[in-house]
Nanobody, 122 residues
């Protein structure tokens, strides 16, 4: 059974920083794309950033220059460093990863974490 567990959310003032972490555990043979999504109240979940196994990255326009995604393949962990936070960044942040649980798995499957709340407010 594969699990993704996020940590690092909380309350921060505008202009502040937070670092989110998401660690994978259980039966993991390989992890391909790892990503962070956010979901604000009453809105659809949207992509914040993603990082491929080779290290290339994509960012939503709204976070470019402020957020940095990285991963530690040895620890099956993805990070999101969030700087210059704004009130509009307030949301539940979800970790997502495409994982092959076994060497015999034909295709990776998508897994989600439980979410961590980020609130930016003075």
């Amino acid at each position: 059974q594969v699990q993704l567990v996020e940590s690092g959310g909380g309350l921060v003032q505008p202009g502040g920083s937070l670092r989110l972490s998401c660690a994978g555990s259980g039966s993991i043979f390989s992890i391909h794309v790892m990503a962070w999504y956010l979901q604000a109240p009453g809105k659809q979940r949207e992509l914040v950033a993603r990082i491929f196994s080779g290290g290339s990255t994509n960012y939503a326009d709204s976070v470019k220059g402020r957020f940095t995604i990285s991963r530690d393949n040895a620890k099956n962990t993805v990070y999101l460093q969030m700087n210059s936070l704004k009130p509009e960044d307030t949301a539940v942040y979800y970790c997502n990863a495409d994982i092959k649980p076994y060497s015999t798995s034909t295709y990776p499957s998508a897994y989600w974490g439980q979410g961590t709340q980020v609130t930016v407010s003075s």
